[in-house]
């Protein structure tokens, strides 16, 4: 029996595999049982995922020589296959923050897409990492999401963690996955939520009218389970400062929540944030706001921090990025249009 566990989906980067041993099945290795099983693997990867503990026999970490038998519950975490796109290595500078022998924390700027696709083939995040990480085994596979184990919007800036080896790789997102990982991100948002702290929940699917852009399903008929928590850190007149802590990893999920709440962010053209929602009629303001949607010319949201468990020392590491120069910008404009209105 199998079943891609979409439910329960805990990353877009990633899916759960779950099976029921067949009550004939003959005692066979569980790498070769899981090659057999799914698709566009290999038995190394597979033994990697079992390194990692990312395979769970009768909910028990299982090594890769471990011989299944009739009726065992087998699951196992794994990131997407690879995808046939030539990644051209391109030396593309990198605001890197901690970089060792197992994994890179970097900032990445607004603008820059991470991975290759949809008319993106080159000047992306991974095309760097190939230039910048061109003598180790996995940017030598051609890979599409080598070393990515999450992910951030082409507009959004901030925080990212690069796996350089694929144990790290399987250990980071084995965290991802059982959501250990902390996420912190900042962001403007029109007007001032009525809650100063609060969780939005809503499953988020693609828009059906609009395949490009998500989509809130309160009722969870569609979409997958989502969850953001909240707190306002700021008010700055018809717009507010708050910080967001995901639960998922959903895609466009901050965005597409406080739109939800009829909250948008801040120039965010994909979900109605880039008209002026809240304030006045005055000639004056109107120009105040485009002014602000010039210096910010994207949604107004960046991954300020993260948390997560060193996959090679076991340590917990601690990261945080400071509001880049447009964010901060406007803020500042914002505080004194409040203070002189």
């Known amino acids: 029996m199998t079943k891609p566990d979409n439910i329960d989906d805990?990353?877009?980067?990633?899916?759960?595999?779950?099976?029921?041993?067949?009550?004939?099945?003959?005692?066979i290795r569980i790498d070769k049982y899981l090659v057999n099983k799914l698709e566009n693997i290999s038995r190394?990867?597979?033994?990697?995922?079992?390194d990692a503990g990312n395979i769970l026999v009768n909910d028990k970490p299982a090594k890769s020589n471990y011989k299944v038998k009739p009726a065992d519950i087998v699951s196992i975490v794994m990131s997407y296959p690879p995808r046939e796109i030539e990644i051209i290595p391109e030396d593309i500078p990198l605001d890197i923050l901690y970089e060792d022998d197992t994994l890179i924390v970097l900032n990445k700027k607004a603008g820059m897409v991470v991975h290759p696709g949809h008319g993106n083939f080159n000047g992306t995040l991974v095309n760097a990492l190939y230039y910048h990480l061109k003598d180790l085994p996995m940017f030598q596979s051609g890979e599409m999401r080598a070393g990515l184990v999450h992910r951030l919007d082409k507009n959004t800036s901030?925080?990212?963690?690069?796996?350089?080896?694929?144990?790290?790789?399987?250990?980071?997102?084995?965290?991802?996955?059982?959501?250990?990982?902390?996420?912190?991100?900042?962001?403007?948002v029109w007007g001032e939520p009525k809650q100063a702290e609060g969780t939005i929940t809503g499953n988020i699917g693609r828009n059906p009218k609009d395949r490009i852009k998500m989509f809130v399903f309160p009722d969870g008929s569609h979409g997958k389970h989502a969850v953001t928590h909240y707190k306002v850190l700021e008010n700055l007149g018809y717009i507010s400062l708050v910080e967001c802590k995901l639960e998922t990893g959903r895609t466009h999920q901050i965005r597409v929540h406080f739109q939800y709440i009829k909250h948008p962010?801040?120039?965010?053209?994909?979900?109605?944030?880039?008209?002026?929602?809240?304030?006045?009629?005055?000639?004056?303001?109107?120009?105040?706001?485009?002014?602000?949607?010039?210096?910010?010319?994207?949604?107004?949201?960046?991954?300020?921090?993260?948390?997560?468990i060193h996959p090679a020392t076991g340590k917990l590491m601690a990261f945080d990025s400071n509001l880049p120069d447009d964010m901060?910008?406007?803020?500042?404009?914002?505080?004194?249009?409040t203070e002189n209105r």
């Open 10 to 27: 805990r990353d877009e980067m990633y899916e759960h595999f779950h099976y029921e041993v067949d009550k004939g099945q003959s005692p």
């Open 44 to 50: 190394s990867r597979v033994k990697n995922a079992a």
């Open 158 to 188: 901030g925080l990212l963690i690069i796996a350089k080896t694929d144990i790290a790789h399987n250990m980071l997102a084995k965290q991802f996955f059982n959501r250990t990982i902390g996420r912190k991100y900042m962001a403007l």
């Open 265 to 308: 962010l801040f120039n965010d053209k994909d979900y109605g944030g880039n008209r002026i929602l809240r304030g006045t009629t005055f000639t004056k303001y109107k120009q105040f706001v485009q002014n602000c949607f010039k210096m910010l010319p994207r949604q107004a949201l960046h991954a300020r921090s993260l948390e997560f």
């Open 328 to 337: 901060a910008t406007v803020i500042e404009k914002w505080r004194k249009y």
